[in-house]
């Protein structure tokens, strides 16, 4: 049973920077995949950008694509979700998953970006 926590939201302006983070126990983390998705107000939940824990390999939405960093310190079980220029439609409560199909959930984190 892994458990992940989700930690980094707030309030921010459009065009601001808040960083998540993933912090994630409960077993070794070879061949796992962390990813973040996030659900805004009467919208469904949507995939944001995911890592390998073993390669690092990163993979986006195009939503997010040059404006959101994942990123991980396997010293820490962290992962993290930089995000720049938030704009005012990345309103959302952000998750982090993780595991075959996206087995392990954290409980979220709100993030509000104000125009």
């Known amino acids: 049973q892994v458990q992940l926590i989700e930690s980094g939201g707030g309030v921010v302006q459009a065009g601001g920077s808040l960083r998540l983070s993933c912090a994630a126990s409960g077993r070794t983390f070879t061949n796992y995949v962390v990813g973040w998705f996030r659900r805004a107000p009467g919208k469904e939940r949507e995939f944001v950008a995911r890592i390998t824990w073993t390669h690092g390999i990163r993979y986006y939405a195009d939503s997010v694509k040059g404006r959101f960093t994942i990123s991980r310190d396997s010293a820490k079980n962290t992962v993290y979700l930089q995000m720049n220029s938030l704009k005012p439609e990345d309103t959302a409560v952000y998750y982090c998953a993780g595991g075959d ?15």
């Not at 087995?103 to 104000?114: K, Y």
């Open 101 to 115: 199909r996206w087995r392990d959930w954290g409980q979220g984190t709100q993030v509000t970006v104000s125009s």
